[in-house]
């Protein structure tokens, strides 16, 4: 049914929650799963701003912990028989994993970013690819269990 699973992640929590169902639905559709890691671009800006720190410095240490969390998941992927790649690129995150995405594809993302109300709403990054991709996108939200202890519980109403 699907010729290539895509799967973008940050490292995040969130992502990591996804990596295993990710690695599932290519093993299922007997399917090449692709790890896609996006240097954003513009969070290298803005933090050069107040760091001072060089552009190209900023963006070759995020692309640095990029190839770190696509190999991560590269071999859990190997240890599962499922055929696999990565990318580390730059660019903006959801139209960067939209523009990677093939018509036969299918994304397997997580709900929770990074930050902030991303971590317990859906994330902005996958909100926006639900929204403009042409392929399946499949979400995989945390369980509570899952959450960090230092995340609020939007459930409680706190929403910091």
Same mark, same amino acid.
């Given at each position: 049914?699907?010729?290539? =699973?895509?799967?973008?992640? #940050? !490292?995040? #929590?969130? $992502?990591?929650?996804?990596? $295993? ?7 299922? %559709? @007997? ?18 701003a107040y760091?001072?720190?060089?552009? #190209? ?5 995020? $692309?640095?912990?990029? &190839? ?6 590269? @071999?859990?992927?190997? @240890?599962? +028989?499922?055929?696999? #790649? ?7 995150? $959801?139209?960067?994993? =939209?523009? %990677?995405?093939?018509?036969d594809d /299918? ?5 929770? +970013?990074?930050? !902030? ?5 859906? !994330?902005?990054?996958? &909100?926006?690819v639900v929204?403009?991709?042409? =392929? ?9 269990? @899952? /959450? ?13």
């Open positions: 049914m699907y010729d290539r =699973v895509l799967y973008p992640t #940050d !490292g995040s #929590d969130g $992502a990591e929650v996804a990596t $295993a169902h990710a690695i599932e639905v290519a093993r299922r %559709f @007997e399917a090449p799963l692709h790890v896609l890691y996006v240097v954003d671009v513009s969070a290298a800006q803005s933090t050069d760091d001072r720190v060089p552009l #190209d410095a900023t963006t070759e240490a995020l $692309a640095g912990a990029g &190839e770190e969390i696509v190999d991560r998941v590269i @071999e859990r992927a190997a @240890e599962s +028989g499922v055929e696999v #790649d990565g990318t580390v690129t730059e660019g903006t995150p $959801a139209s960067t994993i =939209v523009e %990677f995405a093939d018509r /299918v994304i397997v993302m997580g709900t929770h +970013g990074r930050t !902030g109300l991303d971590r317990y709403l859906i !994330g902005s990054t996958t &909100e926006k929204r403009t991709a042409d =392929v399946p996108v499949v979400t995989v939200p945390m369980t509570e269990a @899952e /959450v960090p202890d230092d995340v609020p519980n939007a459930a409680d109403g706190d929403p910091t």
